[in-house]
């Protein structure tokens, strides 16, 4: 019951406030902008300070981590880069024969495995 009486308070102060706003729009328009723009070139000031004293600082204590993780970076692109692939004019190269197998190229990633199971004991299906 106590929270329902709340938020009746809460939502006639902001009716209360809208009503104020309306009405003081309609009779001094030039005197209701004025004091909104300096409202809001205080808030901009006040972030600007907070900004540049406090928050500016903190990320000043992480740059050494976020120098770490692109120096990370560079080396994981440089690990995987891909080779850049030669162009042989035909002229000058003979054809090969192209076998119905591809070759694989490259090495395999070293973060994955192939897991061979048991296959001689898997159950048979259609007898169940």
């Not at 009503?19 to 030039?30: C, E, K, M, P």
């Not at 972030?47 to 692109?70: P, Q, V």
């Not at 162009?87 to 070293?110: D, H, I, L, Q, Y």
């Amino acid at each position: 019951m106590g929270n329902s009486k709340g938020t009746l308070v809460v939502y006639a102060i902001i009716g209360l406030a809208v009503i104020g706003v309306i009405t003081q729009l309609f009779s001094n328009t030039a005197s209701f902008l004025t004091s909104i723009f300096t409202m809001l070139g205080f808030g901009i000031v006040i972030f600007a300070l907070l900004y540049f004293f406090i928050f500016r600082k903190r990320s000043g204590a992480s740059s050494n981590e976020t120098k770490k993780y692109k120096q990370a970076v560079k080396q994981s692109k440089a690990k995987y880069k891909q080779q850049p692939q030669q162009t042989k004019s035909s002229s000058s190269s003979k054809r090969e024969k192209s076998s119905p197998f591809k070759k694989k190229s490259g090495k395999r990633p070293s973060h994955l495995r192939v897991i061979d199971g048991n296959k001689s004991k898997r159950k048979n299906r259609a007898s169940l």
